[in-house]
């Protein structure tokens, strides 16, 4: 169903009533671009640290506008054993709400917008019918202003907009050039006053002349009237003004207070339907979901923090409860069955065996798609494959249970161990963003970073580490890398060897990161002036009172904050060959707070992995073409093959036999690596 | 007539007749926004230096796009006595031309494009179907990356797009992963050359592949085979092989050079259109076009220079001979006639007496327009009303000739003194950038800089200075402003007055221009670093070379950049009361070389202003209403009244009297202050 400011009003209901009934959520954004700075293969380098790609994420992809947003709600159907879907596509524009509201200033990046003509999109809709919205912040503060206007007309002030409180005490100070003007009024006012008519229409004129009228007939006629601002199709703004006993001005300033408020959730608009997905506490589920994540809560919500820790904490209190499909593909046991890990691939793998495509029905006067015809990238149908992939893969999960299940709920503890991680493109050795504890960090002591001219390509890089066995190479920028050698021990051999070179040079990742840690000590001072001047970030004054919502920035750092890799720092005791993580005390964490969930999570401590990668090349299939990565959209469902633990499916399924599901399955049962 | 990117090139003929048979031509542009930073009253702000206006638009306006450009021409038919015209409504936008060029990114307001989209602007057809272009210096180097790569493959080392030099020597290597991919690529081709058929298309796959395809095929089949990658509609890439013998690879290499050309004429896209305005040298029509040209030369030939000297000799470059018809409008003897010069405005004044309806008539298969009914903000259509406006104005000074003319050409000396005047939005004291001389210097010793708490409002400042006479308040911020006094000799009183003051502070104007100049010089190597991440500034490397078009950064600084004002010179000598300009010595600048046009100007030193304006409260239109501008479109056609010279309608036409036009009238017939 798609929904524009036309309609939204009457499907708001429709979209609560969804929610509440279902039993998990899919969601999917479209964005105006995904960078405005570096390439998108810089973006999203090989090596980042989650720290550094949030970091980037934040800086460069937020000013973008997420301009579609897609909900397929899924309910469970027991009797017919299948889900009914309700697929929402929401067109989203930050309209000016009135004319103190932000002037959203948004980018786009031409390839893009470029893609998303070539699917179909129809920008009109968004720029011409979009919903509007705020944030917690404008929220907040339309409603203080609303507030305040109101408690200065019950104070007999009149209307403040218009009159700054030294001016309303006297008559106004008419200019020369106005007085005709200002003179012609009154006199119909006045000639208002003797006729039979309740009510006489102004000719269109500018602010500053209203804002006259409104001080001389404010002054002039204190009692008896109602003067009011009204606005024509055309935008042009023209000065009704009435006669009214005191009765009648009751009802019309009570009339103003509804109209006043009904305006306000208008111009919230579309974060209301964001604002009952977090309600709802339900599962939510994406594909590859971070940007989104990152999107929606920095245009429905509030500006994205500047720390990773806090932006993790924010984002459990919106979504307490994330799934991410790309991540659950990539993880054991569908890894091994599941070759390519973008949307489109990834629906039609799951319809064929072992997997099986999942029953669903749109509900009554909802669209059914034809999954066989329908296009990617609108971001409804985008959320309702989402869902069906969700559906296939944790029915999936069923077979392996004594007795084998073919439903399995988005609330069984099968799927538990795939809660908050978010995919991380394209990071060689770190899956996924941990929302609900510490990152993985693995050691990278096979990693050396390195700087050469820029003619460098990267068959020089293959040709200067040919002797050290199979490389992998993360480009930085056009004189830098990381090259990941497949054995330890050569690394340092080729730091030896690169000791007289003068065109490169090469650095451990050890010394990499300590030098950027030096750098980053020195320039902590001296950043964040980029949003200062009402970039995205609105324009409202200050104040603030981030209302209602429950996050606080005040809130207590938690303790269980990754350890900051130190060099030379001994590595924390490797469990089970978990050799290339070190990862903070466990105990830290068991028990953590969560909105009003405690939830308790038992560390079985057979954690597992492999030595990072043997793939040789598999980093280079995206950066390979052009140093400037390629289209963008195409990037975003590239997929990457990241190492870990090979599946033993015999060993799981073992080990399932031995209990029933009654019991609860373990939630480490499939191989996502967990720290705590 | 709507020009996209499907009929561009079956327009582009149609387009260069229409200018080369004009008498003049009309421009005008639609902007994705207006202002990425201040708001509008701060980047008009009223006191501003021309140079402070041109660096504040160039910072704050440039990021936008330019995605509607309207070209109106215009021929005289002397036989009708009538215009002909022809509209063109160009949809513009950066479409990547291939995976390598430049991906723009540009910023959208989100209250101009909800202003846009009220009007009923069609943004699919912008995004999906606009016309690309190119500036001179990507047109340089896709130019030369073309020639590259075919002198290259002249060499026989193949599709170097794909191809490293290192590796095109000997066999690719392949990873063990792709290995079964290639053999079997191998096999296929191995058929072709066994079979009937001439041709075969494998199947599509990723870019990696594709490299590893191009390398092993060049080296397993060197003679015989043209290789070539093709794109599906799906934008799905797959490699096309054909068994081709020496006269045929030949004609399908000419075929590729002759597509190439072709494709890369496509690319430059509607940049061609301008470089045809640019090369008639005929007269450019605009209203308020200061930003117009700044976008059209940011856009389609290079990005704005940092200085306001070198910015105008591009512009004279690219548009040898402009007029601005709200700058026209606001001279004498159309100032005292015409009371709002906003376009719609101006357009029904211009069709009443004294004012006559030009005639015009569309050219066939042109669309005509219906003045009374048409909206406007279609640059089309607003470039069809500018050019009318103007005709209607040229008329009217053929009224004061002996005899009285009828028509009045583009090309009579009349216009003249309009020439290259850019109108600039608000400032008080300077009416137009003098594209082709230095700008007009008001001394402001009639002015204060006035720095105060936030919670002041105009209202505080007027009761502030209620003692010194009528005030005109320019904002600067929410703590600072400019304060103009009507007596110059009130100055000095109101600093005395102030001196003891604690919630505010007073400067003269030249103290603070003296402090800025210092912050300035102090600052003169910290910036320009926002362009550096490819910022609407495209990625292409380095190299540039702005070919072919004759404007060069290198250019020796010319001797005509005005006086910077420094406090306690002396005065220039004044000339017939000009007492409010300073200027400097116009020997220097009589003759001026403009690409390759040799203009001769005499000054005749009887230039005209006045005590510099009396009409209290005339600045407060546009920022009384709130501190944050209003609409900003409403702005971009707010007029501001700035004074000079009263007209002395007698004293002009008396003045013609004594010349017959074909002797040539005055150029300084009317009051536009000239420097030169």
């Known amino acids: ?99 103190s509201s932000p002037d959203i200033k948004f980018i786009c990046q ?41 408690s200065q007309q019950a104070n007999g002030v009149g209307t ?17 050039e106005h007085k005709d003007f200002i003179s012609r009024v009154v006199e119909k006012v006045e000639t208002l006053f003797s006729s039979k008519e309740k009510t006489v229409d102004l000719e269109p004129c500018t602010g500053f002349q209203r804002k006259l009228i409104y001080q001389t007939l404010n002054w002039k006629f204190p009692k008896g009237l109602h003067v009011e601002t009204v606005e024509t199709d055309k935008k042009e703004r023209f000065i009704q003004v009435s006669k009214v006993d005191e009765e009648e001005r009751k009802r019309r300033e009570q009339q103003k207070v509804e109209r006043e408020q009904e ?26 979901m971070l940007l989104d994540v990152m999107h929606t809560i920095h245009q429905f919500y509030c500006p994205l923090p500047e720390e990773l820790q806090d932006f993790k904490e924010v984002t459990m209190c919106v979504f307490p409860k994330l799934l991410d499909t790309k991540l659950m593909a990539s993880t054991q046991p569908f890894k091994d069955l599941i070759s390519n890990t973008s949307l489109a691939e990834l629906e039609k793998q799951l ?73 991380l493109m394209r990071i060689i050795d770190i899956p996924y963003l941990n929302i609900t504890g510490p990152d993985l960090q693995p050691k990278r002591d096979n990693v050396l970073y390195v700087t050469f001219p820029k003619e460098w390509k990267t068959s020089d890089l293959y040709q200067l580490f040919s002797a050290f066995g199979n490389i992998q190479v993360s480009w930085l920028d056009d004189t830098s890398a990381f090259v990941s050698l497949s054995q330890t021990d050569q690394v340092q051999i080729a730091m030896n060897t690169s000791r007289y070179a003068e065109s490169y040079r090469i650095q451990t990742y050890a010394e990499y990161i300590q030098a950027k840690q030096q750098d980053k000590d020195k320039l902590a001072h001296s950043s964040k002036s980029w949003t200062e ?48 993580y070190s990862y903070s005390d466990s105990s830290e964490s068991k028990k953590r707070k969560t909105d009003d969930v405690v939830e308790s999570k038992t560390s079985e401590g057979w954690l597992k992995t492999t030595e990072a990668s043997e793939s040789s090349g598999s980093s280079l299939v995206p950066e390979e073409g052009s140093p400037e990565a390629p289209d963008p959209t195409e990037d975003a469902e590239g997929t990457l093959a990241w190492q870990q633990a090979a599946a033993i499916p015999g060993h799981i399924s073992q080990k399932t036999k031995k209990k029933s599901e009654a019991a609860g399955a373990s939630s480490s049962l499939f191989e996502v690596p967990e720290v705590w």
């Open 1 to 99: 169903m798609e929904v524009t400011r036309r309609c939204f009003k009457d499907c708001l209901n429709l979209v609560y009533a969804a929610i509440e009934e279902a039993d998990f959520l899919a969601i999917d954004g479209e964005f105006s671009g995904i960078s405005d700075g570096p390439s998108v293969s810089a973006l999203t380098n090989g090596m980042d640290t989650p720290e550094e790609r949030y970091t980037k994420l934040k800086k460069h992809s937020m000013d973008f506008l997420l301009f579609q947003f897609g909900l397929c709600t899924f309910r469970y159907d027991p009797k017919e054993s299948k889900y009914i879907t309700k697929t929402f596509n929401f067109y989203v524009f930050p309209k000016p709400f009135n004319r």
């Open 160 to 176: 403040p907009s218009f009159i700054s409180p030294s001016c309303s005490k006297g008559p106004a100070h008419v200019p020369d």
């Open 533 to 580: 001047d009402g970039w995205v970030r609105p324009h409202y004054a200050a104040s603030a009172a981030s209302a209602g919502f429950g996050y606080s920035r005040s809130l207590r750092k938690r303790s269980i904050s990754p350890i900051q890799p130190e060099q030379g720092s001994s590595e924390a005791a490797a469990v089970d060959g978990w050799s290339h």
């Open 110 to 150: 031409s390839s893009s917008i470029d893609f998303l003509a070539s699917q179909g999109f129809d920008f009109n809709k968004v720029f011409c019918h979009g919903i509007p919205y705020l944030n917690q912040e404008e929220e907040a503060q339309l409603r203080e202003q609303t507030e305040e206007r109101r």
């Open 351 to 423: 319809n064929d065996s072992p997997f099986k495509a999942p029953e669903t029905e749109a509900a009554e006067d909802f669209p059914s798609y034809n999954t066989a015809k329908e296009q990617l990238h609108e971001a409804g149908y985008d959320a309702y494959i989402t869902g069906r992939c969700f559906i296939s893969m944790a029915n999936f999960l069923g077979s392996f249970l004594t007795p084998p299940k073919a439903h399995v709920s988005a609330r069984s503890k099968l799927i538990e161990p795939f809660y908050n991680k978010l995919f």
């Open 263 to 288: 305006e306000l959730n208008d111009a919230v608009g579309f974060s209301r339907v964001i604002h009952a997905i977090s309600k709802s506490s339900k599962l939510v589920v994406g594909h590859n």
